[in-house]
């Protein structure tokens, strides 16, 4: 019997333009999406490739790999790795890369066919099982997770991950119910934090920083990206681009941080007797953080709270 799947949303890639003018793409170059998606801006890259360049992408998410794997077969230029970008270099290694990378780019956070499919669990507004991993077959899913966890880890979760001022009255309600019937689906959590909830935000439903909170951390997602950006750099050719967009705070943040610390070079104290041009800084920042015009939010509301960053490697 043929197997009815849902309809797949599209995923509209993000500030599409400004991170490929970003990449200043060399066409016989060699350049990684790490976070591949549904390849809108890997397509993106490609046509600016001329038969010499390379596009490696990589995701956690086979559904992603599934589309990337047909792309490869259309495009020998392009090939895929399902992988967290945190082990890029591992692949860009396997390759004989090292060094000779000319662009990354990462898209950070959850792409639409993820959120629009109520069985991958990741949104409050679809019923459907409770699980938000990217890759369902590793790792533990959110259920797990909030049948097993520590009360107090959970609201620690809760409130630093989702910036969720009641992640404590949230975590405990949590606790109580799963003393009679554990959490399964995301309408029973997502109604638990309603009520649970004293106070509302406008225009933003009560669940929104628990569901938040939760995906990154069942996904790993602030350490990954850590580990993702010290890798590219490292993997990065002299005068290669690091192209980074982030959904919210705490992943612009990091970025932000990231980029800032390796613009300053060495972390010598402030008395030492050294000039600011000797302090080896490994990158230069490539201009200010770049937000989505009206026009793409007219288009595409998803991309409100996008920023892009940039560095390009000095040594
Ligand atoms: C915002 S979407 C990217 C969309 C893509 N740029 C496009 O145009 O279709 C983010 C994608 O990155 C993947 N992802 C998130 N974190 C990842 C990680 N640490 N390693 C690999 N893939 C990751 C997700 O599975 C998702 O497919």
């Given amino acids: 019997m043929t197997q009815i799947l849902p309809l797949q949303s599209a995923h509209l890639p993000v500030l599409i ?57 259309e495009d020998g230029r392009f090939s895929i790795a399902q992988c967290s970008f945190a082990e890029m270099s591992a692949e860009i290694t396997a390759r004989d890369w090292v060094g000779e990378v000319n662009g990354v780019l990462l898209d950070l956070g959850v792409s639409s066919p993820q959120l629009d499919v109520a069985e991958r669990g990741f949104s409050f507004q679809k019923d459907g099982p409770l699980d938000m991993r990217m890759d369902r077959t590793s790792g533990i899913s959110a259920a ?26 949230i975590a405990r309600a949590i606790v109580e119910q799963r003393e009679t019937a554990p959490l399964t689906t995301t309408r029973e959590l997502a109604i638990l934090v309603d009520k649970a909830s004293p106070s509302r935000e406008k225009y933003k439903h009560p669940a929104t920083r628990t569901f938040q909170a939760i995906r990154i951390h069942i996904n790993n997602e602030l350490e990954d990206i850590k580990q993702g950006l010290v890798q590219a750099l490292d993997m990065l050719a002299v ?14 943040r990091i970025v932000k941080r990231f980029f800032r610390d390796e613009a300053l ?47 390009e490697k000095l040594a």
Avoid: C
């Fill in 17 to 73: 333009n400004e991170a490929i003018e970003a990449l200043a793409i060399t066409s016989s170059g060699i350049y990684i999406d790490g976070t591949f998606g549904r390849g809108g801006h890997a397509r993106a890259v490609l046509d600016l490739l001329s038969a010499d360049g390379q596009l490696l992408g990589l995701d956690k998410d086979p559904e992603a790999i599934a589309t990337g794997d047909a792309l490869s077969e």
């Fill in 144 to 169: 797990q997770w909030l049948a097993t966890a520590e009360e107090d880890d959970i609201a620690n979760i809760i409130k630093t991950l989702g910036e969720e001022r009641y992640g404590k009255r």
């Fill in 239 to 252: 005068g290669g681009r690091l192209v980074v967009i982030s959904f919210h705070s705490l992943e612009d």
């Fill in 265 to 311: 070079g060495d972390d010598l104290p402030s008395h030492f007797p050294i000039r600011a041009n000797e302090l080896n800084p490994r990158v230069r920042l490539v201009g200010k953080a770049i937000k989505a015009s009206d026009a793409e939010l007219e288009m595409n509301p998803r991309a409100r709270s996008a920023v892009l960053r940039v560095v």
